[in-house]
């Protein structure tokens, strides 16, 4: 069961990021879409809050995608500066390395980032309310008998 908990952990990672996804999707066919500029807004809200609620969920995914550049130290972002700032790549590796799921935490963490699953799903739940919100906001304005 441990083996599989660690297996949806990263799946769970995945799942979180394509979520962000989905959100720029939904951002970049809202102009051509002719919707008001409020409904990009309120799901920039919903992407900020998401992100606050789940920091370091990109640099997650970026080291289990890109594990063998993290392995070594030669990671973007944050492994970067650290390196940039002296750090030997060894070092760094080291700090960024280790996903796993802690079950009496009920916390997903690498390295130094922490995911807590309840907090997770409350946040995709809250990102996918705003997604589904603008995507009826954009059949209500195309079914909406145009006046003239």
């Given at each position: 069961?441990?083996?599989?908990?660690?297996?949806?952990?990263?799946?769970?990672?995945f799942a979180?990021v394509?979520?962000l996804?989905?959100e720029r999707?939904?951002q970049?066919?809202?102009?051509e879409?002719?919707?008001?500029a409020?409904v990009?807004q309120?799901?920039?809200?919903?992407?900020?809050?998401?992100?606050?609620?789940?920091?370091?969920?990109?640099?997650?995914?970026?080291?289990?995608t890109h594990?063998?550049e993290?392995?070594?130290g030669?990671g973007?972002?944050?492994?970067?500066?650290?390196?940039?700032?002296?750090?030997?790549r060894?070092?760094?590796?080291?700090?960024?390395?280790?996903?796993?799921?802690?079950?009496?935490?009920q916390?997903?963490r690498?390295?130094?980032?922490?995911?807590?699953?309840?907090?997770?799903?409350?946040?995709?739940?809250?990102?996918?309310m705003?997604?589904?919100a603008?995507?009826?906001?954009?059949?209500?304005?195309?079914h909406?008998?145009?006046?003239?």
């Amino acid at each position: 069961l441990l083996g599989a908990q660690q297996i949806d952990a990263r799946n769970m990672v995945f799942a979180l990021v394509q979520l962000l996804a989905a959100e720029r999707l939904q951002q970049r066919a809202l102009p051509e879409l002719g919707m008001d500029a409020i409904v990009g807004q309120v799901l920039d809200r919903a992407r900020e809050q998401y992100l606050e609620a789940l920091p370091g969920i990109q640099d997650m995914r970026n080291a289990i995608t890109h594990f063998d550049e993290w392995a070594m130290g030669q990671g973007h972002g944050l492994q970067r500066r650290e390196v940039e700032a002296g750090a030997s790549r060894r070092d760094v590796a080291g700090h960024f390395w280790g996903l796993g799921y802690h079950a009496g935490e009920q916390v997903v963490r690498l390295g130094p980032f922490t995911i807590d699953v309840a907090s997770a799903e409350s946040a995709a739940r809250d990102l996918h309310m705003a997604i589904y919100a603008a995507a009826q906001a954009v059949d209500r304005q195309r079914h909406e008998p145009s006046s003239g």
